[in-house]
T-cell receptor
Framework: DSGVTQTPKHLITATGQRVTLRCSPR?????VYWYQQSLDQGLQFLIQ???????AKGNILERFSAQQFPDLHSELNLSSLELGDSALYFC??????????????FGSGTQLSVL | AQKITQTQPGMFVQEKEAVTLDCTYD???????LFWYKQPSSGEMIFLIY??????QNATEGRYSLNFQKARKSANLVISASQLGDSAMYFC???????????????FGKGTLLTVNP
């Protein structure tokens, strides 16, 4: 168990809908990262938050947004969903932000299926 | 350009044999970290091993070792005495410093699917 909790584990929805994925980082970790894993794109970095502030953006669509709350949990909001958004969405956490030797602890992921 | 390249989409190994999974990376940073993660069919991402760019010795963690060749920019994972439970997808990843423009995020390769045969 990595200590990172993601809910829900599975989500099935329809095109055009909006969903929210939730992540609780490991106790004490200040950084939260969101990744999208799909068969064709592999593991793509979406966005990083550190202590409530956005710190880095990757290949995140404008239809997607995220935030990190004062209690350090994070939510990833996906709107106007398309079939191509079907993927496994991972949240990961680490204690700091600025250390190249810090490994990321991953949650078990949310499998999103857009029908 | 790809930051992390894993050239082997799939690999097969016999149980109890050793296997090497290749990884090359591209960075202009002097300080960076290299990681290997395992993703079994259940989906979770499991950290295996870490190598720092300034580490002079190759990292080892149990049956896992990392063959780090800095000049060649390669960080191959060696799994000794393969077990059936080692069958999984393996990802090589790199964490650069801020000067690399990546702002400390972890960049992953496409992965290698390892199958251990009995």
């Amino acid at each position: 168990d990595s200590g990172v909790t993601q809910t829900p584990k599975h989500l099935i929805t329809a095109t055009g809908q909006r969903v929210t994925l939730r992540c609780s980082p490991r106790s004490g970790d200040l950084s939260v990262y969101w990744y999208q894993q799909s068969l064709d794109q592999g593991l793509q970095f979406l966005i990083q938050y550190y202590n409530g502030e956005e710190r880095a953006k990757g290949n995140i669509l404008e239809r997607f947004s995220a935030q990190q709350f004062p209690d350090l949990h994070s939510e990833l909001n996906l709107s106007s969903l398309e079939l191509g958004d079907s993927a496994l969405y991972f949240c990961a956490s680490s204690p700091l932000r600025t250390a190249t030797n810090e490994k990321l602890f991953f949650g078990s992921g949310t499998q999103l299926s857009v029908l | 350009a790809q930051k992390i390249t894993q050239t082997q989409p799939g690999m097969f190994v016999q149980e109890k044999e050793a296997v090497t999974l290749d990884c090359t990376y591209d960075t202009s940073d002097q300080s960076y970290g290299l990681f290997w993660y395992k993703q079994p069919s259940s989906g979770e991402m499991i950290f295996l091993i870490y190598q720092g760019s300034y580490d002079e010795q190759n990292a080892t963690e149990g049956r896992y070792s990392l063959n780090f060749q800095k000049a060649r920019k390669s960080a191959n994972l060696v799994i000794s005495a393969s077990q059936l439970g080692d069958s999984a997808m393996y990802f090589c990843a790199m964490r650069e410093g801020q000067s690399g423009g990546s702002n400390y995020k972890l960049t992953f390769g496409k992965g290698t699917l390892l199958t251990v045969n009995p």
